[in-house]
């Protein structure tokens, strides 16, 4: 059986996708700076590498027929990509699924949205392997920094005002890349993942009300006040600036855009966000003041919104 190797595994997409191809049974390479991280699960091999060290590229790419490229940074740059495309290319890597996001390459003013994401694109079309790009819209799962302020009864900032946009589970996003990794019929394919309908972030907050049993609040907040308390924050200012430009392409109204595709790959319907935030809640707390939310062993990368509920 061909070796799938797994980037970004310790994440909220590239753990689900783990996830799904060891239920499936098919051989795993989890890539991992730390293993010890990964839990251990049959036919799944964690295996050390950093995108820095290319002898630790060339050592987890040896044997893998298809790889899922997923590089998560503190400062964007294509260049962990291109480190691991050139390790696949070396090794005869047959397939390659790049996550990348949704409105890569266009323009808000003079800012390119996705910008060394689309450079990853490009050498992704160009590395001669079979290739499919997936570019989710927003996660679902973005809510959930929203937990702390839920609790504290404090309002979450709306940084995109009118702007709707097809909020995605990344679970179908996982689902969708699993598809690509193991049927030929998607390669050469860019796909734009969203759910099934339009939410502005207000409307998504209504929605958390509703399930939490709380009161969920916005409070709008400008680009450039968000900017500010992001760099205060200690934030790499590439990754603020990159926040900023999606968040304005978004507030312009350029994410309005809902497609097919996660129904037409998974013969289903894209799960709505009130369906994946019904999921993540769960019996009430015991008593007493709000606490931290702890990881749910059914859902070990994501948090749950059930200590929210009254």
């Given at each position: 059986m061909a070796v799938i190797l797994v980037t970004g595994a310790t994440g909220t997409i590239g753990g689900k996708v783990l996830d799904i191809l060891a239920a499936r049974g098919q051989r795993v390479r989890a890539v991992t700076r730390d293993p010890r991280k990964l839990p251990t699960r049959p036919g799944v091999e964690a295996v050390r590498a950093d995108f820095d060290e290319p002898a630790s590229l060339r050592q987890a790419v040896a044997t893998v027929q298809a790889m899922f490229l997923l590089t998560?940074?503190?400062s964007p740059t294509p260049r962990h990509d291109l480190a691991v495309l050139d390790a696949a290319r070396s090794a005869g890597v047959r397939r390659v699924v790049k996550l990348s996001a949704i409105g890569t390459g266009e323009k808000i003013g003079p800012d390119v949205v996705g910008a060394w994401h689309l450079v990853a694109e490009r050498a992704v079309r160009d590395s001669g392997m079979g290739w499919t790009v997936l570019?989710?819209?927003s996660f679902a799962s973005n809510t959930l920094q929203w937990v702390d302020a839920i609790g504290k009864g404090q309002p979450v900032p709306d940084l995109t005002g009118?702007?709707?946009q097809g909020v995605v589970d990344p679970y179908d996003v996982a689902a969708v890349a699993v598809e690509a990794l193991l049927s030929p019929a998607h390669v050469g394919k860019i796909y734009t993942l969203t759910g099934p309908g339009l939410l502005t972030v207000a409307e998504q907050a209504d929605?958390?009300?509703r399930v939490t049993g709380r009161r969920v609040d916005t409070v709008a907040v400008s680009l450039?006040?968000?900017?500010d308390q992001m760099l205060a924050a200690g934030m790499d200012r590439s990754t603020v600036e990159v926040i900023i430009t999606g968040s304005a392409w978004a507030r312009a109204?350029?994410?309005a855009v809902l497609t097919d595709d996660v129904a037409a790959i998974l013969n289903r319907p894209a799960t709505s966000f009130q369906s994946w935030a019904y999921r993540h809640?769960?019996?009430?707390a015991p008593a007493g003041p709000p606490r931290r939310p702890q990881p749910d062993p059914r859902r070990r990368r994501w948090p749950s919104l059930g200590w929210?509920?009254?």
């Open positions: 998560v940074l503190a570019r989710p819209s009118a702007g709707r929605c958390l009300s450039e006040q968000a900017a109204g350029h994410n809640a769960v019996p009430s929210l509920r009254h």
